[in-house]
Structure formats: C-alpha cells, structure tokens
C-alpha cells in the first residue's frame, strides 16, 4: 500500500514563503510515475479543497487563489512532490494533504499544518 510523507510545513509571516514536501518512501519508482500527484489543503470549518495538482507528464494544474504564488513540481527518481509556496497570505493558513491517484484510487499522507498569522 500507498504511503505518503508530507514535511515542511509551519508558521510563517504574511509574504514569507514555505516549500512541502512529500514523498512516497515504499513506492516503486515504475509506479510512482504513474500517479497523479496533488496537494489540498483544509481550513478549520471549511471542505478540503485542491490546491495544485501536477500528472505524471509533469503538467501542473493550480487553483485561482494560488496561481501566480504556488509552484507544484515532482522529482519522479526521488519519488516526491514539492509545493513552493510563496507570498503566502493569512487565508492560506490550513492543513496542507499530498494526495496520489491512480486507476481511481487515491491515498492520502497525514497532513502538515501550515500557518500565516493575521
């Protein structure tokens, strides 16, 4: 089965940046290329939305609130995804999840807390 690690995670002032990372330690690498890669995130009281989302092509997707700030990449010989954050805002404080997909599946990694204080 699946595992995800996620680190990098903190408190850290408005307009700072953060990078997570997330990686797959037991995965075979010819399987970890298949997997669709993705980082959501859960604010207290709200639903656990996507934040970006990068294919095993390497083509990235990113949601409105983040385009322009966020970067997803994936290092597929390390088995591990990356989300730099930069410029980071108060409404970016969540809980931040890596997620994998693959024939329908997804696996989802314990979560790290992001925090930006008001």
């Known amino acids: 089965q699946l595992q995800l690690v996620e680190s990098g995670g903190g408190l850290v002032q408005a307009g700072g940046s953060l990078r997570l990372s997330c990686t797959a330690p037991?995965?075979?690498?010819?399987?970890?290329?298949?997997?669709?890669m993705g980082w959501y995130r859960q604010a207290p009281g709200k639903e656990r939305e996507l934040v970006a989302s990068i294919a095993h092509s390497g083509t990235p997707t990113y949601a409105d609130s983040v385009k322009g700030r966020f970067t997803i990449a994936r290092d597929n010989s390390k088995k591990r995804v990356f989300l730099q954050m930069n410029n980071l805002k108060s409404e970016d404080t969540a809980v931040y999840y890596c997620?994998?997909?693959?024939?329908?599946?997804?696996?989802w990694g314990p979560g790290t807390q992001v925090t930006v204080p008001s």
């Open positions: 037991r995965a075979i690498f010819s399987v970890f290329i298949d997997y669709t």
């Open positions: 997620a994998a997909d693959r024939e329908g599946i997804r696996t």
